[in-house]
C-alpha cells in the first residue's frame, strides 16, 4: 500500500517560497514508471496540476507555474519536494502530493491512483 504524507509550512509571506515536502512509503519513488505529482486546490476551484518528478527524475511543470515551480527529490529517504516561488495570496490552497501511474501532455488530464491527504497553505502577511 502506498501512502504520501505532504509536510510544510501552513502560513507563508507573499513573495516568498513555498517549500512542501511528499514523504513517500511502500513505494520507491525511483521503480518504474510513475510520476510523482503535486496538486493543489484553491478555495471554492478545481484541482490544478502543478509539476511532477518522474521516476528518472526527470521534471514536468504546468506552463502556468513553470517559471517560478521546482520540483526535486531526495532518493535515499524517498521524498520529493515542491518549491513555489514568489508566492502571491492567489496562491492560498490545499496541496496534495500524488502519484500518477502515467504520464500526460495536457496538464488537465493528469490523474493519479493514490495522494496525501492534502495539506493547507494560506499566503498572506
Known amino acids: 500500500q502506498v501512502q504520501l504524507q505532504e509536510s510544510g509550512p501552513g502560513l507563508v509571506k507573499p513573495s516568498q517560497t513555498l517549500v512542501l515536502t511528499c514523504t513517500v512509503s511502500g513505494g520507491s519513488i525511483t521503480t518504474n514508471a510513475y510520476y510523482w505529482s503535486w496538486i493543489r486546490q484553491p478555495p471554492g476551484k478545481g484541482l490544478e496540476w502543478m509539476g511532477a518528478i518522474a521516476f528518472s527524475g526527470s521534471t514536468y511543470y504546468s506552463p502556468s507555474l513553470e517559471s517560478r515551480t521546482s520540483i526535486s527529490r531526495d532518493t535515499s529517504k524517498n521524498k520529493f519536494t515542491l518549491q513555489l516561488a514568489f508566492v502571491t495570496p492567489e496562491d492560498t490552497a490545499v496541496y496534495f502530493c500524488?502519484?500518477?501511474?502515467?504520464?500526460?501532455?495536457?496538464?488537465?488530464?493528469?490523474?493519479?491512483?493514490?495522494w496525501g491527504q492534502g495539506t493547507q497553505v494560506t499566503v498572506s502577511s
Open positions: 500524488a502519484r500518477a501511474p502515467r504520464y500526460s501532455t495536457h496538464p488537465d488530464r493528469w490523474r493519479y491512483d493514490y
